[in-house]
């Protein structure tokens, strides 16, 4: 069975510009959840989405958000890029709640 | 809210040795799972084994296992037999149920990195 899939793997932005991240769940898993990873401030959640439906939100301001299709496919979005958004973006996915969350091999982005 | 804390940033262990990494955590919950992930260089999260609080029976996982003791909100991983490929960051993990308006995402401690000589 595939594993979770990212892409892209690496990306370079600007400030002030925006970026999409897609995250494709192994098959059959309905729930998707990020992670954003730095060293400063570790890993830390920024959303879940099950059935199409953000069931539970962290502590991200609103230029963060995020959306899943009706394959479970996900996309996360982050507007306005600054410095600080600089990270390892980790998508997570199961079968849902109660269940392990495998994850995906991030992407990296890098905002100049 | 919940909170994880490993104390121990770095972690040394000769191979075929065995070492133990350290996890406490807080919470009011009685019902949660706690893990421990491995994040090698490549980055990708690979979870190393799971336990679940109402279970008193510790988790073992091939030469990886857990010591829970939940009174003490304590939960080690022991690797048994390092290897070489055992070299990674381990994080370990909070969640709770999710259930009954808790929240169903992972908490994570900062990691400890372990490095394992040859």
């Known amino acids: 069975k595939a594993g979770v899939t990212q892409t892209p793997r690496y990306l370079i932005k600007t400030r002030g510009q925006q970026v999409t991240l897609s995250c494709s769940p192994i098959s059959g898993h309905r729930s998707v959840s990020w992670y954003q990873q730095t060293p400063g401030q570790g890993l830390q959640f920024l959303f879940e989405?099950?059935?199409?439906?953000?069931?539970n939100k962290g502590n991200f301001p609103g230029r963060f958000s995020g959306r899943q299709f009706s394959n479970s496919r996900s996309e996360m979005n982050v507007s306005t890029l600054e410095l600080g958004d600089s990270a390892l973006y980790l998508c997570?996915?199961?079968?849902?709640?109660?269940?392990?969350?495998?994850f995906g091999p991030g992407t990296r982005l890098t905002v100049t | 809210a919940q909170t994880v804390t490993q104390s121990q940033p770095e972690m040394s262990v000769q191979e075929a040795e065995t070492v133990t990494l350290s996890c406490t955590y807080d919470t009011s919950e009685s019902d949660y799972y706690l893990f421990w992930y491995k994040q090698p260089p490549s980055r990708q999260m690979i979870l190393v084994i799971r336990?679940?609080?109402?279970?008193?029976q510790n988790a073992t996982e091939n030469r990886f296992s857990v010591n829970f003791q939940k009174a003490a909100k304590s939960f080690s991983l022991k690797i048994s037999d390092s290897q070489l490929g055992d070299a990674a960051m381990y994080f370990c993990?909070?969640?709770?149920?999710?259930?009954?308006?808790?929240?169903?995402?992972?908490?994570f401690g900062k990691g400890t990195k372990l490095s394992v000589k040859p």
């Open positions: 989405y099950f059935s199409e439906t953000q069931r």
């Open positions: 993990a909070y969640r709770s149920v999710g259930y009954g308006g808790s929240q169903g995402n992972l908490i």
């Open positions: 336990q679940e609080a109402y279970k008193q």
């Open positions: 997570a996915s199961s079968r849902g709640r109660g269940y392990e969350q495998y």
